[in-house]
């Protein structure tokens, strides 16, 4: 039998609640409507999206599209404006302009922030290309901590606009894609998530330097998307946050790490519960809210952390944590409220 073909079930009897909606109204603080992440919600009609959201019980949706360059930012600008405060765009840094600006790009590319400021954009999505791919105009590949960049960051401080960082991915896609790799099935399905080091850049050089970003602009708020990059390891990630006032991490897409951790995934939440959004990743899908409800709200035991038959990310089952009001309140509206009444 093909490893493919194999779907165990699980005999333990557990419980399993079903929460329709959250218990308190949600900032969805990471989230797509485009094509390639979204479910290319930006192409139906806005009611149909708004009837979504509210039978999730969700009031506030961070749209990240805009990263992918200023014709998108506007087009869902755009699209969105009828929902007035429902929706929040966010911007980004065009890289491929390094090679016509030269040794300018850093002053271009915050004077598009200040532009896309004045076009409605909340705040700036920088994706893992940057650390990955992106290139100066000498070719060289681009440290996340290149201190020529210090522009963008400062200029987004300037302008109380948070800068969501997606840097790096998942550890295992940074290892050899060997019987040795826990995303192996999943890696399969996404080669081109293959990011193995060498001849990449390791996964710690990455994250590190991204932390020194963080640590040296501290009047600049910073979102660490997917846990900080780094969910597999919560001690790291606390680490920074202690460092790092100025950082928030969202929890978009990491359910399937945290939750195979509980006791200390809740005993991290509960001591950073000021500075956790809440965000799936996930576009406007009811099934993916209403299993981060179940995470975040019930004691319930081993369930699929998503919606399709065999979990996406790797073959574990996940627990819910069962966090106190206070504390979902603050992951679910507060903090996100807090750090968009600056923006």
């Not at 915050?110 to 105009?137: M, N, S």
């Not at 950082?247 to 956790?276: C, K, M, N, S, V």
């Amino acid at each position: 039998m093909l490893l493919n073909d194999y779907r165990p079930r699980s005999r333990l009897v557990t419980k399993s609640t079903s929460i329709q909606k959250p218990c308190f109204p949600v900032v969805d603080f990471h989230n797509h409507l485009g094509d390639e992440f979204g479910g290319g919600w930006i192409q139906r009609p806005l009611s149909e999206l708004l009837a979504v959201l509210d039978e999730a019980g969700v009031r506030t949706y961070v749209d990240f599209d805009g990263m992918y360059g200023e014709a998108v930012l506007d087009k869902h600008l755009k699209h969105l404006e009828p929902g007035g405060e429902r929706f929040k765009v966010f911007g980004g840094v065009n890289w491929s302009a390094w090679q016509e600006q030269g040794d300018g790009f850093a002053e271009w590319a915050a004077d598009r922030v200040r532009i896309q400021k004045r076009r409605g954009a909340t705040g700036i999505k920088i994706w893992k290309r940057f650390g990955l791919h992106v290139r100066d105009h000498h070719g060289n590949l681009v440290s996340v901590d290149d201190e020529r960049l210090e522009p963008i960051w400062q200029t987004a401080g300037e302008l109380k606009m948070p800068v969501a960082l997606h840097v790096a991915d998942p550890v295992a896609f940074f290892e050899p894609v060997d019987d040795h790799n826990e995303r192996w099935e999943e890696l399969q399905g996404n080669p081109d998530w293959q990011f193995t080091s060498p001849p990449f850049p390791s996964f710690l050089s990455i994250v590190d330097a991204m932390g020194r970003v963080v640590e040296r602009h501290p009047q600049t708020t910073f979102i660490g998307a997917h846990v900080a990059w780094y969910a597999e390891n919560l001690g790291w990630v606390g680490d920074l946050l202690d460092r790092c006032p100025n950082l928030y991490i969202d929890i978009g897409a990491r359910i399937g790490e945290l939750g195979r951790q509980p006791y200390t995934a809740r005993r991290f939440f509960l001591q950073y519960a000021d500075r956790i959004l809440f965000g799936t990743d996930a576009g406007p899908t009811l099934d993916y809210y209403r299993i981060y409800y179940r995470f975040l709200e019930t004691d319930d035991e081993y369930f699929n952390y998503n919606p399709g038959e065999i979990p996406g990310q790797g073959r574990w089952m996940i627990y819910g944590l069962h966090l106190p009001e206070d504390v979902l309140e603050k992951v679910y509206f507060r903090n996100a409220d807090r750090i968009l009444s600056q923006s």
